[in-house]
């Protein structure tokens, strides 16, 4: 079974100011991990993905993450966010063939 | 390239009435999948099949929503009857094969009175 879980429902952050959104899984197979974005009364998009590799992740719009396998996470950051950045964040895992979301985090950054 | 498209984009309906939702996905793009998104929420996955067959449809409630792909590319998603807590956005997502990148739709923003 698997399982994803966004620890911050909400993260307020002032505009140029760095900021981590946490994202934990569990599964009992290998996976790929995703970032989804949805901005206000859009779809959602692909921000970045780790299918193998390198465990550092560079995606659109200045974001990265770090898969670490010891400790299951999958945490996007970016040194500097935008005012443009604010929208909910979506973490994502796939095992075998199921998705499954986290329940989102939603991102406001503050001028 | 095209990307997945959805139609209608809203709809408001009175509960017991039926209502069906439509996706194209993108062309060549082997899974599709089909979320319920309800406000504040993550999408929940309510169906996914690969090609015309369906893969996983564990949280689909099957007493008032039914699927198709008939033919492997395009797919409906039917709701009958649908109830108040049916209020939701119905996402679209198509990915070349499973457990990969998903492209997603614009969404069906559905009101059920």
């Known amino acids: 079974a698997q399982s994803v879980t966004q620890l911050d429902s909400q993260v307020p952050v002032f505009e140029e100011a760095p900021v981590e959104l946490r994202c934990n899984y569990s599964?009992?197979?290998?996976?790929?991990l995703f970032w989804y974005v949805q901005y206000p009364n859009q779809g959602l998009q692909l921000l970045l993905k780790y299918l193998s590799g390198s465990t550092l992740v560079k995606g659109i719009n200045g974001f990265e993450a770090e898969f670490n396998k010891s400790q299951t996470s999958f945490h996007l950051r970016k040194p500097s966010v935008h005012i443009s950045d604010t929208a909910e964040y979506f973490c994502?895992?796939?095992?075998?063939?199921?998705?499954?979301f986290g329940t989102g985090t939603r991102l406001k950054v503050l001028a | 390239e095209a990307g997945v498209a959805q139609s209608p984009r809203y709809k408001i309906i009175e509960k017991r009435q039926s209502v069906a939702f439509w996706c194209n996905p993108i062309?060549?793009?082997?899974?599709l999948y089909w979320y319920q998104q309800i406000l504040g929420q993550g999408p929940k996955l309510l169906i996914q099949f690969q090609n015309n067959g369906v893969v996983d449809d564990s949280q689909l409630p099957k007493d008032r929503f039914s699927a198709e792909r008939l033919k492997g590319v395009d797919s409906t998603l039917k709701i009958q009857p649908a109830k108040l807590e049916d209020s939701a956005v119905y996402l679209c997502?198509?990915?070349?094969?499973?457990?990969?990148?998903?492209?997603f739709g614009p969404g069906t923003r559905l009101l059920v009175l």
């Open positions: 994502a895992v796939s095992g075998t063939y199921k998705y499954i």
């Open positions: 599964s009992s197979v290998s996976v790929y």
């Open positions: 062309s060549g793009h082997a899974t």
């Open positions: 997502a198509s990915s070349p094969g499973r457990g990969e990148t998903q492209y």
